[in-house]
C-alpha cells in the first residue's frame, strides 16, 4: 500500500519543502519593471502647455531697495589733509555721483550713503574706492580718476611679503625703491603711467590691470636687490612692447 501512495517517487518531507520554496526574480526582470514604472510616470506627470504669466514692470524705486552705506576709516596722520581737502572730496561725491557724505567725528569714519537721487548703483562702489585712495596718501586729483575713469584699480602689498627683511636690510630695500629723493618712484611712475604711494612699509599702487602689474614687478625687483639700471632697462622694454601691442 505504500507502494501505491507514493507513486511519483517523492516524501511528504521533499514536498512541504517545494511548498515552502519561493522562486526569486531576477535582476533583469526587477529592472526592466522598474523602467515601465517610470516610463509610466513620467507620461502621466506631464505638463498641460500654459501660457507664460505677465507681470507688470517693476518701477525703479523698488528696482534699488533700500539705501546702501559704506564706511571708510581714516587714520589720525590723515585727518589734518581730509579736513584741507574736504570741499574736493564733498563736491564730486555729492554732485557728479548724487550720494550723500559726511565724517563720523566718533567713530572717525567717512561714511558715504546712497540717497533717492542716486541713479547708477555702482556710484557707491566708485566714491568708497575714491576716498580709499585719499586715506591711503594719493593726491585727490589722482583719486579723482576712480571716479572719471574705469577699469582702475587700487593694490596694496607690504615690502616684507615679497622678502622677510629686518632692520637695516628693510630700510635700504625702502630706499631703493624711493631712490635719491624719489628720483626711482618717479621714473618707474612715468613709465608704467600708475601712482605709487610708499607708507613705511606699504606700498600702494593705482592704475589699470596691465600697468599696476608692471610696476609690481619693477617695484618687487627693487625689494629683491637688483640695480635701478637694470629695473629701468626692463620696464621701458616692456612699456614699449604693451604700446606697440594696442
Known amino acids: 500500500m505504500d507502494a501505491d501512495n507514493n507513486t511519483d517517487g517523492t516524501t511528504p518531507e521533499s514536498k512541504a519543502d517545494t511548498e515552502t520554496f ?10 526592466r519593471k522598474r523602467e515601465q514604472d517610470a516610463g509610466d510616470m513620467d507620461t502621466e506627470g506631464e505638463p498641460v502647455a500654459s501660457k507664460r504669466p505677465q507681470f507688470p514692470p517693476i518701477s ?3 528696482l534699488k531697495g533700500p539705501d ?8 589720525a596722520h590723515r585727518y589734518t589733509p581730509l579736513k584741507d581737502n574736504w570741499l574736493k ?4 561725491i555729492v554732485e557728479n555721483l548724487q550720494l550723500q557724505v559726511r565724517f563720523n567725528l566718533k567713530t572717525r569714519n567717512v561714511e558715504i550713503k546712497t540717497c ?3 541713479q547708477d548703483i555702482s556710484s557707491l562702489t566708485r566714491a568708497t574706492d575714491f576716498v580709499r585712495a585719499f586715506v591711503l596718501g594719493f593726491q ?16 596694496s602689498f607690504d615690502v616684507t611679503d615679497v622678502k622677510p627683511l629686518k632692520g637695516d636690510h628693510l630700510s635700504r630695500a625702502i630706499g631703493r625703491v624711493a631712490g635719491k629723493g624719489g628720483k626711482t618712484k618717479f621714473t618707474i611712475e612715468n613709465v608704467t603711467k600708475t601712482r605709487i604711494v610708499l607708507a613705511d612699509t606699504k606700498v600702494h599702487i593705482l592704475g589699470s590691470f596691465q600697468n599696476i602689474k608692471m610696476a609690481r614687478t619693477a617695484i618687487c625687483n627693487l625689494i629683491l636687490g637688483s640695480p635701478p639700471s637694470k629695473v629701468y632697462g626692463n620696464i621701458r622694454v616692456v612699456a614699449s612692447r604693451t604700446a606697440e601691442r594696442f
Open 140 to 155: 585727490v586729483e589722482d583719486a579723482l580718476a576712480l571716479i572719471r575713469l574705469d577699469e582702475l584699480f587700487l593694490e
Open 60 to 62: 525703479g524705486d523698488k
Open 89 to 92: 572730496i564733498f563736491t564730486p
Open 68 to 75: 546702501e552705506m559704506r564706511k571708510v576709516a581714516v587714520p
Open 116 to 118: 533717492k537721487d542716486t
Open 22 to 31: 519561493t522562486k526569486v526574480k531576477s535582476k533583469k526582470t526587477q529592472k
